[in-house]
């Protein structure tokens, strides 16, 4: 399938791997309404692309994402204005788990999906990357849920997925002072996965980690993120019982006879779409 035009996302597949990126560049990348609808259209057209293995959530300019764009807030009053203020609010209350749902089609996505983040990650850029499978940031990268800051409570994922990665009271802290984490400490905090020394070792580590992946049997990185996903939000007994009816479907297929004889013959294995 080719990559959809979309208006502030960019997008690109090579060798098996799909490039997402921000781009509002103009904006510091801050997030409207549009991008939200248009990160939920990415995500979907990457889990119906047999030749997009892996997907790299990156940015265009000096900044990954600036948080949620302020013109955003009387966007939404448009759209929820009614003369029946208890209509407004139920409105409102779907807008807001629409775009809830623009995010958790990150963890929906069936390939796994990478970010990349240098400079200012803020926010709904937060929101963002904590639904992303793997977190890689460079030097220059800082994080903060702001939220707290413009008198808010973050809707969109942060306070449900933050302390997943971080533990519950790194989070709180996170969430209730809304102060800055620079590249390093995130990696300390497991916020990230790594941190690289610049933006280009970042773009650079980020590939080889996407290209690594596509090199691996596609329908078991399918069936490695459902299973990680299913495994976080029930308890291990029904997650046993869920991977061993998983494989007694799929365990024996093209790409595990292929693993097989690559390793018999010492070669690489090459894997369909």
């Not at 849920?145 to 990665?165: C, F, M, N, S, Y």
Request: hydrophobic letters at 45%; glycine letters at 6%.
């Amino acid at each position: 399938m080719t990559p959809p035009a979309l208006e502030t996302l960019a997008i690109s597949l090579e060798q098996g791997v799909a490039r997402i990126a921000l781009n509002r560049p103009d904006k510091t990348n801050a997030i409207n309404l549009r991008m939200w609808d248009e990160l939920r259209e990415a995500m979907r057209w990457l889990g119906r692309t047999d030749a997009a293995r892996v997907g790299i959530l990156q940015a265009r300019g000096r900044h990954f994402c600036a948080g949620l764009d302020l013109g955003t807030f009387a966007e939404l009053r448009q759209r929820t204005a009614d003369a029946c203020d208890g209509r407004a609010r139920e409105r409102l209350r779907d807008h807001i788990l629409d775009i809830q749902d623009t995010v958790t089609a990150i963890e929906r996505c069936p390939k796994p999906v990478i970010a990349a983040v240098h400079a200012a990650c803020v926010g709904g850029g937060i929101d963002i990357i904590a639904a992303c499978d793997l977190r890689y940031a460079s030097a220059s990268a800082w994080f903060c849920v702001k939220e707290i800051d413009v008198g808010l409570v973050a809707d969109v994922g942060t306070l449900q997925r933050l302390p997943r990665l971080v533990g519950e009271g790194l989070a709180r802290e996170l969430a209730f002072t809304g102060r800055r984490v620079d590249g390093p400490e995130a990696q300390a905090m497991r916020l990230v996965n790594r941190c690289f020394e610049s933006d280009e070792a970042l773009a650079d580590g980020v590939t080889a980690v996407a290209r690594t992946l596509a090199a691996k049997s596609p329908l078991a990185l399918r069936g490695t993120k459902h299973m990680l996903n299913h495994a976080r939000d029930h308890r291990t007994a029904d997650g046993l019982d869920h991977v061993a009816t998983w494989n007694a479907a799929m365990l024996y297929s093209q790409d595990l006879d292929e693993a097989l004889a690559a390793a018999r013959e010492r070669r690489t294995p090459v894997f369909r779409d």
